[in-house]
């Protein structure tokens, strides 16, 4: 069975600090990676996604995350952070169509 | 296109009661998921539906069931509710792109149990 582990519940930074999210995950075949954001009161919303080719993929609002096949790892990463990208973090793994497994979520305060 | 949208927004019910909750997809997918969020056990799979078939199933006890129409429009039903279920139910709509499945998630059903 896929299982996906963050890292850090919660992540408390001040604004223009780097962030990176860790993401593990446990699946033996290929599988497609993803990060989500949910904002204070909104849906989810994806951020990026891998499926195969250049392990370093980007995706909206700056954001980041690479792809390291030998570490089962799929890690969050931005620059410099701003007060609105506080929200929870979602890391998720697809192998089978429509089914994705979550891990826990991580929520990210920024301070102005 | 317009999103995935979900009806109701809120519901409210008691123990023992049961609900139906609804999920339209984006135009021209053909995939319907449901998720149950909780601030305990994360999001969670229940089930997909693809052409009116339950393709994949999660781990969650047969009360709770679903169903997809031949317009992709899918419904999701709990029976005798119990105050576990309390939750945040989530539909994504999917389409497999050239390289894999991507999914649209709706703003949920928020459902408390008394």
């Known amino acids: 069975a896929q299982s996906v582990s963050q890292h850090n519940h919660h992540v408390i930074l001040s604004e223009a600090a780097s962030l990176e999210l860790g993401c593990n995950y446990s699946?033996?075949?290929?599988?497609?990676l993803f990060w989500y954001v949910q904002y204070p009161g909104q849906h989810l919303q994806l951020l990026l996604k891998?499926?195969?080719?250049?392990?370093l993929v980007k995706g909206i609002k700056g954001f980041e995350a690479e792809f390291i096949k030998s570490k089962f790892s799929f890690n969050l990463r931005k620059p410099s952070v701003q007060w609105s990208d506080t929200a929870e973090y979602f890391c998720?793994?697809?192998?089978?169509?429509?089914?994705?497994?979550f891990g826990d979520g991580t929520t990210l305060t920024v301070k102005p | 296109k317009a999103g995935v949208t979900q009806t109701p927004r809120y519901l409210i019910k008691t123990r023992g009661q049961q609900v139906t909750l609804s999920c339209s997809p984006i135009?021209?997918?053909?995939?319907v998921s449901w998720y149950q969020q909780t601030p305990g056990q994360g999001l969670q799979f229940l089930f997909e539906?693809?052409?009116?078939?339950?393709?994949n199933k999660g781990n969650f006890p047969g009360r709770f069931s679903g169903r997809q129409f031949s317009n992709s429009r899918s419904e999701m039903n709990v029976s005798t509710l119990e105050l576990g279920d309390s939750a945040l139910y989530l539909c994504?709509?999917?389409?497999?792109?050239?390289?894999?499945?991507?999914?649209?998630f709706g703003p949920g059903t928020r459902l408390t149990v008394l």
């Open positions: 994504a709509s999917s389409f497999l792109s050239g390289r894999g499945y991507e999914q649209f």
């Open positions: 699946y033996g075949g290929t599988v497609n």
């Open positions: 891998y499926f195969s080719g250049d392990p």
């Open positions: 998720a793994v697809n192998a089978n169509a429509g089914k994705s497994t």
């Open positions: 135009s021209g997918h053909r995939s």
């Open positions: 539906y693809f052409s009116e078939t339950q393709r």
